[in-house]
């Protein structure tokens, strides 16, 4: 189980990088993430948020169906969005509207190295991208619109402050 790091913590704003080596150490992380998001009742969770600079992360999709994503890489298929509340388990009681891709073609390598290249559509499609922009720095509440991104202004920078609390710098170097 690891600890779901909060709104605040420079961590979550870093590029992660690329997995070159997929080994017992990865698969280890990558089943520690399965618990940790199903603890959290999360419907995915990248690794940058339990303090883990590696591009990967653990997601539901559908009921029983639990994917571990290496390495990804996103193509749009064509314009159409779709727009769903979504909420994240490092910016907790905040939910709002965003518009993703519909469509995509994600390609990935699985626990055992191998290339994956799937079409996902919908909810599903939703989440991978979420869950692909932490691998950026990219937080949810970045591609919100500016009136609810107004709305919750106060609740992230309550989020900021408990966060910079309890990490001192909000470097958060404890959990590297
Ligand atoms: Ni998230």
Known sequence: MYEVIKYGNEILREKAVTVTDI?????ETLNEMVKTMIEYNGVGLAAPQVGINKRMFVCMV?????????????????????????GCLSIPGVYKNVKRFKKITLLYQDENG?????HLEGF???????????LDGILFVDKISPVAKRMIKKKLALLKKVAIKEDGDASGERFR
């Open 114 to 118: 191998k290339n994956i290249k799937t």
């Open 62 to 86: 559908g009921e029983d169906t639990i994917k571990k994503i290496i390495n990804p890489t996103i193509i749009p298929e064509d314009y159409e969005t779709i727009e769903y509340e979504e």
């Open 23 to 27: 080994n017992d150490d990865i698969r």
């Open 124 to 134: 599903k499609a939703v989440v991978v991208q979420h869950e692909n922009d932490h």
